[in-house]
């Protein structure tokens, strides 16, 4: 069987992650990993609508540009604009990476959820091709097709950040549970190579078949 659960539309793919979340925040103090990019964009609307209790609720980002955190761009201006302004969890609780990667590292506690996209060159977060599998927070060089991608987001190519911090793949790992989501056709190529080849630091989130829980969601 496959281990990549296709849905029917984008639709579906954020409700489906949505009942995982909305599970996942009846524990007492639920612990989260929040990934960026267009993907995750319909499963924030999906729990702002639900109108869940954030209030216990910890927050960890898988990374972040090397930027200013009030530029329009940042990672923090994509979390506050998509979810965290329109939920009432306590912006205390709600953590990103910064250039003291070891801090970071250091204060990330044991995760229910971990909620990931996947890039084109099969990354995850900013673990790019040749990442170490036992890599943990720090800074690194975006790859080309990276700079590339992510430009759409930005007023041209050169405009975009090259650097960024990121969580590693050892610390993505410890996630108790992992849920990837991938949308469009684009991705599919990548997805499958990842979850159904070998696994190797060419293609970082082959490490996810390495986990006993993890679930892979895609739509074309
Ligand atoms: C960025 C983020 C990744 C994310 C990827 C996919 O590179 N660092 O965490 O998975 O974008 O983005 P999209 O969902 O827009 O394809």
Same mark, same amino acid.
């Given at each position: 069987?496959?281990?990549?659960?296709?849905?029917?539309?984008?639709?579906?793919?954020?409700?489906?992650?949505?009942?995982?979340?909305?599970?996942?925040? /009846? =524990?007492?103090?639920?612990?989260?990993?929040?990934?960026?990019?267009?993907?995750?964009?319909?499963?924030?609307?999906?729990?702002?609508?639900?109108? =869940? *209790?954030?209030?216990?609720? /910890?927050?960890?980002?898988?990374?972040?540009?090397?930027?200013?955190?009030?530029?329009?761009?940042?990672?923090?201006?994509?979390? !506050?604009?998509?979810?965290?302004?329109?939920?009432?969890? &306590?912006?205390?609780?709600?953590?990103? $990476?910064? %250039?003291?990667?070891?801090? &970071?590292?250091?204060?990330?506690?044991?995760? *229910?959820?971990?909620? =990931? @996209?996947? @890039?084109?060159? @099969?990354?995850?977060?900013?673990?790019?091709?040749?990442?170490?599998? *036992?890599?943990? /927070? %720090?800074?690194?060089?975006?790859?080309?097709?990276?700079?590339? *991608?992510?430009? %759409?987001?930005?007023? +041209?190519?050169?405009?975009?950040? !090259?650097?960024?911090?990121?969580? @590693?793949?050892?610390?993505?790992?410890?996630?108790?549970?992992?849920? =990837?989501?991938?949308?469009?056709?684009?991705?599919?190529?990548?997805?499958?190579?990842?979850?159904?080849?070998?696994?190797?630091?060419?293609? $970082?989130? +082959?490490?996810?078949?390495?986990?006993?829980?993890?679930?892979?969601?895609?739509?074309?």
């Amino acid at each position: 069987m496959s281990k990549i659960k296709k849905v029917n539309s984008y639709w579906e793919l954020g409700c489906h992650v949505a009942d995982i979340v909305e599970h996942t925040l /009846t =524990l007492p103090e639920p612990k989260l990993i929040l990934p960026t990019g267009s993907t995750p964009i319909g499963l924030y609307n999906e729990l702002v609508n639900r109108q =869940l *209790d954030w209030s216990n609720v /910890t927050t960890f980002n898988l990374d972040e540009y090397i930027i200013n955190p009030n530029h329009p761009q940042s990672y923090h201006s994509f979390m !506050k604009k998509h979810l965290f302004d329109r939920i009432d969890i &306590y912006p205390n609780n709600c953590n990103f $990476p910064d %250039r003291n990667t070891q801090a &970071y590292e250091d204060i990330i506690p044991e995760i *229910d959820l971990c909620i =990931l @996209g996947i @890039g084109s060159n @099969g990354h995850i977060a900013f673990n790019e091709p040749g990442s170490s599998f *036992d890599s943990v /927070t %720090r800074v690194v060089d975006l790859d080309k097709q990276t700079i590339e *991608d992510n430009s %759409r987001f930005f007023d +041209s190519i050169d405009d975009v950040h !090259k650097q960024a911090i990121t969580m @590693g793949l050892k610390t993505i790992m410890k996630s108790k549970k992992i849920v =990837l989501i991938a949308n469009g056709v684009h991705k599919y190529k990548i997805l499958n190579v990842a979850m159904n080849g070998g696994v190797t630091e060419k293609v $970082p989130a +082959s490490i996810l078949q390495e986990h006993n829980n993890v679930e892979v969601y895609y739509c074309d």
